[in-house]
C-alpha cells in the first residue's frame, strides 16, 4: 500500500497502473498467507491524499492563468500545453491549450467549433481549431473563452499563427 502512494504522488501512471505493477513485483516476493489489499482500499486512500495535494480552482477567470502555469497541468507528456492567455480591454479572458505535436507545420485551417456544456462555470466556450492535413481534420488548438467577442477570437488565431511559427 505504501508503494502504491508513494508511486502516486512521484509518477503521472494511472492509479490502477501502478496497483497492478506493484502487484506483480510483491506477488513475487510475498508469502501466499501474506496481506492482501484490494485495489478499492488504495484508491480510497490515494484518492483523499491526491484531492488534499490539487490546486485550489480560481474563482475569477483572470486567475485561471495563473492557477494554471505554475501546476503541473500546464505541460502535457513533458511538453508545454498551456500556452498563455488573451485578454481583451473589457475584462474577458481566454485560455489557449496546444501541445506541439498538434501544431502541424503545412496545413490550412479548416474550420472552428465550439462546445458549452463541458467547461467549468468560469468560462462560457470551449473553441477548437481544426487544420486540415492530407484529407482529414484534426484539432491544433483549444482555447476556453468567457465571452464570444470578435477581439477574444483575433487573439486565439493570432496565437495560433505566432505558435506555428515558432
Known amino acids: 500500500m505504501n508503494r502504491c502512494r508513494k508511486r502516486d504522488a512521484e ?3 494511472n492509479l490502477r497502473q501502478i496497483f497492478d505493477e506493484v502487484c506483480r513485483t510483491v506477488c513475487r516476493t510475498v508469502d501466499a498467507g501474506g496481506n492482501d489489499v484490494s485495489f478499492a482500499t488504495i484508491e480510497s486512500s490515494t484518492y483523499n491524499r491526491s484531492r488534499t495535494a490539487m490546486p485550489s480552482l480560481p474563482t475569477d477567470p ?9 501546476s503541473r497541468f500546464a ?3 513533458y511538453a508545454p500545453f498551456h500556452r498563455g492567455s488573451v485578454n481583451s480591454g473589457d475584462g474577458d479572458t481566454t485560455l489557449i491549450f496546444a501541445s506541439d505535436g498538434q501544431l502541424l507545420r503545412s496545413c490550412r485551417l479548416v474550420y472552428g467549433d465550439a462546445t458549452f456544456r463541458v467547461l467549468p462555470s468560469l468560462f462560457y466556450q470551449l473553441f477548437t481549431v481544426f487544420v486540415q492535413h492530407t484529407d482529414h481534420s484534426f484539432p491544433v488548438l483549444y482555447a476556453v473563452v468567457t465571452r464570444k467577442t470578435t477581439a477574444l477570437y483575433q487573439g486565439v488565431f493570432e496565437e495560433l499563427h505566432a505558435l506555428i511559427l515558432q
Do not use: C, F, K, Q
Open 11 to 13: 509518477e503521472e501512471l
Open 62 to 70: 483572470r486567475d485561471a492563468d495563473a492557477a494554471i502555469t505554475g
Open 75 to 77: 505541460s502535457l507528456e
